[in-house]
């Protein structure tokens, strides 16, 4: 969960100023900059993060949703919600299926754009590329020398790379703020012009 937060009262109290006759507007105002301000957030966010991760499947709309701020409620929150993703959607190689004497003899994967691939291997316990009798496609690996049980491999969540302080977070944060800071203007302007 991304919070859009604000010192309201001062942020109102500026506002106001602006507004001077309009002032009871202000709410409305500073709502709608908040919301707005969201919406790039949320775009940005996602931007972000697909540089960052080198992940194949495009499900960011969905996972993520705003519950927009209104006159009484002045905050803005983008809420992302996912479990975490097949590592099969991120960087693999080979990733092509393969058994027998096709079989590589190590698949490696990689999540961070920037990282090397990485061997899918625990100790001699090899990863490999399997379809389930569902269709799906997985990679798994076996939970000890014998053939079954076997797991699938799972990377983060949406969540957590939106979340991510350090590669994402902090790089859209201060976007964030100066696009707060536009919204109120341009919502400002918006008004008085009607006023007109």
Same mark, same amino acid.
Do not use: C
């Given at each position: 969960?991304?919070?859009?937060?604000?010192?309201? !009262?001062?942020?109102?109290?500026?506002?106001?100023?602006? %507004? =001077?006759?309009?002032? =009871?507007?202000?709410?409305? $105002?500073?709502?709608?900059? *908040? =919301?707005?301000?969201?919406?790039?957030? !949320?775009?940005? %966010?996602?931007?972000?993060?697909?540089?960052?991760?080198?992940?194949?499947?495009?499900?960011?709309?969905?996972?993520?949703?705003?519950?927009?701020?209104?006159?009484?409620?002045?905050?803005?929150?983008? @809420?992302?919600?996912?479990?975490?993703?097949?590592?099969?959607?991120?960087?693999?190689?080979?990733?092509?299926?393969?058994?027998?004497?096709?079989?590589?003899?190590?698949?490696?994967?990689?999540?961070?754009?920037? =990282?090397?691939?990485?061997? *899918?291997?625990?100790?001699?316990?090899?990863?490999?590329?399997?379809?389930?009798?569902?269709?799906? @496609?997985?990679?798994?690996?076996?939970?000890?020398?014998?053939? *079954?049980? @076997?797991?699938? %491999?799972?990377? $983060?969540?949406?969540?957590?790379? *939106?979340?991510?302080? !350090?590669? $994402?977070?902090?790089? $859209?944060?201060?976007?964030?703020?100066?696009?707060?800071?536009?919204?109120?203007?341009?919502? @400002?302007?918006? %008004?008085?012009?009607?006023?007109?």
């Amino acid at each position: 969960m991304i919070k859009i937060d604000i010192d309201a !009262k001062k942020q109102m109290k500026l506002i106001e100023e602006k %507004l =001077n006759t309009l002032r =009871n507007k202000a709410t409305i $105002v500073l709502s709608k900059a *908040l =919301n707005e301000t969201a919406k790039q957030a !949320k775009k940005d %966010l996602h931007t972000e993060a697909k540089k960052i991760y080198s992940i194949k499947i495009s499900g960011f709309n969905k996972a993520t949703k705003i519950n927009k701020a209104t006159k009484q409620t002045l905050n803005a929150i983008i @809420i992302a919600k996912g479990k975490p993703i097949s590592l099969k959607e991120f960087r693999v190689n080979p990733a092509n299926i393969a058994t027998g004497k096709n079989q590589p003899e190590i698949r490696r994967a990689k999540v961070i754009k920037k =990282n090397k691939l990485k061997p *899918l291997q625990v100790g001699n316990i090899k990863a490999f590329i399997t379809k389930f009798k569902s269709g799906h @496609i997985a990679i798994a690996q076996r939970k000890s020398q014998w053939r *079954l049980p @076997i797991k699938t %491999l799972y990377s $983060v969540s949406i969540p957590t790379m *939106l979340g991510n302080e !350090k590669r $994402v977070y902090k790089i $859209v944060e201060p976007k964030i703020k100066t696009n707060l800071q536009k919204n109120i203007e341009k919502q @400002i302007k918006k %008004l008085l012009e009607q006023k007109k």
